[in-house]
């Protein structure tokens, strides 16, 4: 028995920008949106102050069942922290009162534009100054007649941090025949999002107008650090030696993975404020992949004159076939077409369709198209739709692979590896995740795939 014990400390720091951090500060309310509606842009000490107590303990074993070198079992747990994604200090630099970025449009109630070439002869390249656009700031720190797309932090943002544990068991059946049995699983905690605090549903449905919550600000990307995520899984494989120069190893990993955030931005929510909704499969969940890999060491012309032009050649394959990843129903039009809930945001999900949509899909019906936009209606306007996020998977993946090398050897310490890859070697046909969005005339279809059969050379000098 091998018992490992060990601990880290993380301390990543903080941003600080002495007299010049500007953040989203709320105001007062009885609720979250009163608070947002109140709130006001400030000059800040600092955007967010980092957790000092970031202590990662890990621990592993390893059991030699018998004392034979045939049976063991090895687990492990382990707590890793990291460090915020550098974009979370750069919402000072672009916040007001010091600088801001003014959106107009007709959402927003701005229709006094005009389109057409300038004339740099003139005051302003012939534009006229839209009326709304004037000097001065509000009470809220925005700019007087026009709205600011701001950037926040969250000034209680944590250190993201995953914790990993495992367990497997190793069996040796023979000289030459291992067998492995793993669970592994994972959990992430406070993991980086971000999304618009400043819209909510209903917002268009009276005057197709963008209101949002504050009326000085047209989003408010808020940083956070509320993402959860957790992996269960499991991998079966068997190694064999058929010779000493002949070695098969197969793999098979299944599992499933659940977060609210992969994907896509989580300004992109069908509702921002409503996270449990958005809670699914990750949009890179493959349930089930089986890998097969072979390595022969070419056993001839070992010995002789001849063994440095035609020997030391060795053939390699691998093969891996897996389940596809899922995909999202969308809607992507602009209100009124799209945007069911009214929130001024499109990425709105229909209903679920009212009977079941068969998933057994063939390589050919995702060319016809697998599904209809028919078959999924639109919620009532200003209400969310009930159909879940990745609720469909889409093609499988297969592939072989194919490598001819050869080491042409210089001296005992030099050495010129020649190689050649075949990618795709059978050159079968890997369709893309087909079109997801209801307002695009190819929905349901397969438009692209992944690559074709391609081939490689190349030259390794090795001493």
Not at 410 to 431: G, I, K, P, T
Request: charged share 20%; proline share 5%; net charge positive.
């Amino acid at each position: 028995m091998t018992l490992t014990l060990g601990v880290r400390y993380e301390n990543f720091g903080h941003v600080k920008v002495p007299n010049d951090a500007r953040n989203f500060v709320r105001g007062a309310g009885a609720d979250i949106a009163q608070r947002i509606a109140s709130g006001r842009v400030e000059i800040v000490p600092e955007m967010y102050r980092t957790s000092n107590k970031n202590f990662a303990p890990r621990v592993g074993f390893a059991w030699d069942i018998g004392g034979k070198a045939r049976t063991s079992v090895r687990g492990g747990y382990g707590i890793a922290y990291d460090r915020q994604p550098g974009i979370i200090s750069q919402p000072y630099a672009t916040n007001p009162p010091l600088r801001a970025t003014a959106t107009l449009g007709l959402l927003l109630g701005s229709p006094n534009f005009i389109y057409s070439l300038g004339d740099p002869s003139k005051p302003y390249l012939g534009y006229p100054v839209e009326s709304q656009l004037r000097l001065g700031l509000d009470e809220r720190n925005g700019i007087k007649g026009a709205r600011v797309a701001l950037g926040a932090v969250d000034p209680n943002m944590r250190s993201p941090h995953l914790q990993n544990w495992s367990l497997g068991v190793q069996h040796s059946v023979s000289p030459k025949t291992v067998v492995e049995v793993n669970y592994l699983g994972s959990a992430g905690h406070h993991l980086y999002d971000q999304r618009d605090i400043n819209r909510y549903t209903g917002d268009l449905l009276l005057d197709s107008r963008f209101d949002g919550l504050n009326p000085s600000f047209s989003s408010i990307t808020l940083y956070e650090t509320d993402g959860n995520s957790v992996y269960h899984g499991g991998t079966a494989q068997v190694r064999h030696s058929m010779r000493s120069d002949l070695t098969l190893r197969a793999a098979l990993t299944f599992g499933k993975s659940i977060d609210e955030t992969s994907g896509f931005r989580t300004s992109q929510w069908q509702d921002v404020n409503d996270r449990r909704a958005e809670r699914a499969v990750s949009s890179y969940d493959v349930s089930r992949k089986l890998t097969v890999v072979g390595l022969w060491n070419m056993p001839f012309f070992k010995h002789g004159r001849i063994a440095r032009a035609l020997g030391d050649w060795q053939l390699s394959s691998s093969a891996i076939l897996e389940s596809g990843q899922p995909i999202n129903i969308t809607q992507n039009a602009a209100w009124p077409q799209g945007d069911f809930n009214a929130d001024g945001r499109n990425e709105d999900r229909p209903n679920a369709p009212s009977s079941t949509i068969k998933t057994d899909w063939q390589r050919s019906d995702y060319l016809r198209g697998i599904m209809k936009i028919s078959e999924f209606p639109a919620p009532l306007r200003g209400t969310n739709g009930n159909l879940g996020r990745n609720a469909y998977r889409g093609p499988g993946h297969a592939q072989i692979d194919f490598s001819l090398a050869k080491r042409f050897r210089v001296n005992e310490r030099l050495s010129l590896q020649a190689r050649m890859d075949a990618f795709n070697a059978l050159n079968r046909v890997n369709l893309n995740n087909p079109v997801t969005a209801l307002n695009n005339t190819n929905f349901g279809r397969s438009t692209g795939s992944a690559i074709p059969r391609a081939f490689q050379a190349g030259l390794r000098l090795e001493f």
